[in-house]
């Protein structure tokens, strides 16, 4: 277990859970939140590795919620953000990259295990939470987009988490953008997250190493930072790589500021561990091929605040809405 705590001498506001459930590792944070407009602040982290989801993975997320509890002068509450189209109980229902979690009662297993009030969502909603709290009450219209294994997506409009019908608003990377590509675990074809999510940039980066057209000493992994660290040495190659990924992201991105005229689109997920660069050429794509509509007044495009936090971050403050103990756009 990994574990880093900060101290503050700050007392005052509420402290609560946030674990963000993901495929290769749990992260867990304990966060005070003031009433107001105060973005988290971050207390406790904890990171244990994930295991192959279904009930194993319940255990681990409790031993992370544990670990965080012991250390909190009382936590008022847990969230969880998990992976997944997540109903109004909390309950995973589809999970086209996270299969071994549908149907899991997460929230409820913690609640009785350990004695707290718990809440779940889709992680990427999470992100969208914590973003709206990092970024203050100027915010009121963000899309948080996450580009990981696949595509998560949160939307607040108003200050508020589009959630929809079911639950399950916000799902970006199952929007088709190529009725003919490649299929999805999601039994459709040409997902945007097929073109756009960090598992897509890794699969174009081996394909370019073993066409020959990318040199591999250039580019030792498969991952944004290596990529982008030969774009900037001037690998073209390299950049033809990151071209290509950067319009598909721009395309998906165009389509919902389309739809919803955001004040800010902020991106997370693994593939920013790469940092500004790949916004920049995002951004890039976005003013060069998408029109009046997006292109000649596109929104802030922001790395998610909390970087690789975020989603637990979210969790966390999320669970206070819920359990009614910060108002919304706290
Ligand atoms: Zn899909």
């Known amino acids: 277990m990994m574990r880093a705590v900060s101290s503050s001498g700050e007392r005052s506001g509420i ?3 946030g674990v963000d459930v993901g495929g290769t590792k749990v992260l867990g944070v304990r966060v005070r939140v003031r009433d107001g407009s105060s973005a988290p602040e ?3 982290t904890v990171e244990l590795p994930s295991v192959a989801h279904g009930s194993e993975v319940l255990d681990v997320i409790v031993a992370a919620v544990q670990a965080l509890a012991d250390g909190a002068s009382g936590a008022a509450g847990v969230g969880l953000g998990l992976a997944g189209f997540v109903d109004p109980s909390g309950v995973v229902r589809v999970a086209p990259n996270a ?3 549908v149907d899991l009662d997460v929230a409820l297993t913690v609640a009785e295990r350990l004695g707290l009030d718990c809440v779940a969502d889709n992680d990427a909603n999470c992100v969208a939470v914590a973003c709206h709290a990092a970024l203050g009450p100027r915010v009121t219209d963000l899309v948080a987009v996450t580009l990981g294994t696949g595509i998560g997506g949160g939307i607040v409009v108003g200050g508020e988490l589009v959630r929809g019908r079911r639950g399950w608003a916000g799902e970006p990377g199952h929007v088709v953008v190529d009725p003919d590509g490649p299929r999805c675990p999601c039994g459709q074809r040409g997902c945007w ?3 756009a999510s960090g598992s897509a940039l890794s699969a174009s980066i081996r ?6 057209a990318l040199d591999r000493a250039e580019v030792p992994t498969d991952t944004a930072s290596d990529l982008l660290a030969a774009a900037s040495r001037g690998v073209s190659a390299a950049e033809a790589v990151l071209g290509d990924f950067a319009a598909w992201v721009a395309l998906g991105l165009a389509g919902l500021v389309a739809l919803l005229d955001p004040d800010v689109v902020a991106v997370g997920g693994g593939v920013t561990a790469a940092g500004d660069g790949l916004l920049d050429a995002v951004r890039g794509q976005l003013v060069l091929r998408h029109g009046v509509v997006v292109g000649e007044d596109p929104p802030e495009l922001v790395l998610a605040p909390g970087g690789p ?3 637990a971050i979210g969790a966390a403050v999320l669970a206070g809405r819920r359990l009614g103990l910060l108002r919304v756009g706290a």
Do not use: K, P, T
């Open 207 to 212: 394909r370019a190493v073993d066409s020959g």
């Open 15 to 17: 402290e609560l859970i």
């Open 99 to 101: 299969a071994g979690l």
């Open 193 to 195: 997250e097929r073109y």
């Open 42 to 44: 971050v207390l406790d």
């Open 309 to 311: 936090a975020a989603g």
